[in-house]
Nanobody, 126 residues
């Protein structure tokens, strides 16, 4: 059974940075298509970024140039989301998601992913 555990959330001021981590138990993380989603209060969950292998990455427009998704190429069990120039509108619960399937064309669709973490809160104050 795949288990995903997020960490690294917290509270920062606008313009600050945070790095989220997602640990996958028991599987080589490069075997997955993986993504970060987020859900703000009163809003639907949205795809933030996705990665397959080490070279294929995708981002939603609102985070391009500010967020970077990556894999730990040494231990091969961790995924990261480096978030810079954070804005109050980035405040949300951030979720890690994974699937063994390809997600081209549907990377930001929740139903494309089979495994989810419990989420980590990110709060950005102005």
């Amino acid at each position: 059974q795949v288990q995903l555990v997020e960490s690294g959330g917290g509270s920062v001021q606008a313009g600050g940075s945070l790095t989220l981590s997602c640990a996958a138990s028991g599987y080589i993380i490069s075997s997955f298509s993986m993504a970060w989603f987020r859900q703000a209060p009163g809003k639907e969950r949205e795809g933030v970024a996705a990665i397959r292998g080490e070279a294929t990455t995708m981002y939603t427009d609102s985070v391009k140039g500010r967020f970077t998704i990556s894999l730990d190429t040494t231990k091969n069990t961790m995924m990261f989301l480096e978030m810079n120039s954070l804005k109050p509108e980035d405040t949300a619960i951030y979720y890690c998601a994974a699937t063994f399937q390809g997600v081209r064309g549907k990377w930001s669709t929740q139903s494309a992913y089979d495994y989810w973490g419990q989420g980590t809160q990110v709060t950005v104050s102005s």
